[in-house]
């Protein structure tokens, strides 16, 4: 005979369902009638399992999930799996960085011994990678000039961030004031 066999579970059922419903007319006393039905709602919850003859599905599961962790916390052979794993982890992630320091030394290798590379305009940060940019100036060896940043409207400071004067900018372009 099992443990489950031995457990009274109508009266335990009943019993956490009537204590779950005084509590909720406690809290509907003191918190309103919007939380005492959820309280109401979960109260009602053991009795309905064990109508429907889900207390035995839950038992079981439970002690399923209790000898899985019982094997598993006792067992120098999962314990050597679980170390074996974390290495892999590390190598694995100490192999990323690695990997695009290879990637990039190919990377300027290949890029330093172009013919084009002798003039050609480079932009900082890319690595020494060629700007490319579709510009017909460009075909005869030209340069673009960098863009200067858009000037503050007249009448308010450069490092203004303001929200409110956003708006009110897109309000004056489509002539509300």
């Not at 990377?107 to 060629?130: E, F, I, K, M």
């Not at 200067?148 to 929200?163: F, L, Q, R, S, V």
């Amino acid at each position: 005979m099992s443990t489950y066999d031995k457990i009274a579970w109508l009266p335990l059922c009943a019993g956490l369902t009537g204590l779950g419903l005084v509590l909720s007319y406690i809290v509907m006393r003191r918190r309103g009638l919007g939380p005492a039905l959820r309280v109401a709602a979960v109260s009602l919850l053991p009795l309905a399992a064990y109508l429907t003859g889900s207390i035995e599905m839950f038992w079981k599961m439970g002690v399923a999930v209790g000898d899985f962790a019982k094997g598993f916390v006792f067992s120098p052979r999962v314990w050597a799996g679980i170390a074996l794993a974390g290495v892999a982890v590390v190598l694995f992630m100490v192999s990323g960085p690695m990997r695009r320091k290879v990637k990039q030394g190919q990377d300027q290798r290949a890029v330093g011994s172009g013919p084009a590379s002798a003039g050609a305009p480079r932009r900082a940060g890319t690595g020494g990678q060629l700007v490319t940019r579709p510009d017909p100036a460009l075909a005869a060896g030209g340069t673009v000039p960098a863009k200067t940043p858009a000037k503050a409207p007249k009448g308010k400071k450069a490092d203004d961030d303001d929200d409110l004067g956003d708006i009110e900018d897109i309000l004056r372009r489509h002539g509300i004031t």
